[in-house]
């Protein structure tokens, strides 16, 4: 019995600093998907308008202007690219754009100043 209590108060400790030690936003904002690559967040929303990519790094939004963005789609056996404009704050759009399920997308955003990249993968279901 003296071995166990200490036992159960080392593993709480350590689930409490696990939760602790947790970094983010990992709960869809803008009613999408998110990703997580390193400390960098991108949510993906689609809509009949076209889709909008939400990017945070270190949980601060992004200045999408100082920025360029695109997507690259690959879906039955098909590769495409189409841009991603700035659209105000943290917020990349592409007009009119439709993802088909089962589409594989790559996001990639790259900073005009530093030529930082920051990506990260979806599946369309």
Known sequence: MK???PLL???SALGL???ALAHGITKPQHGGVVQMTGETLFELVTAPAG???YVLDE???VDAAAMTGKLTISAAGKKSEVALAPAGGHKF??????LPKG?????MVVDNASKARYGATFLIK
Not at 93 to 98: C, E, I, S, Y
Not at 103 to 107: H, I, K, S
């Open 9 to 11: 108060l080392c593993l």
């Open 93 to 98: 759009f592409a007009k009119g754009l439709k």
């Open 103 to 107: 589409a594989n997308v790559g996001v």
């Open 3 to 5: 071995t166990t209590l």
């Open 17 to 19: 600093s696990g939760a």
């Open 59 to 61: 949980d601060e939004p």
């Open 51 to 53: 889709v909008t990519v």
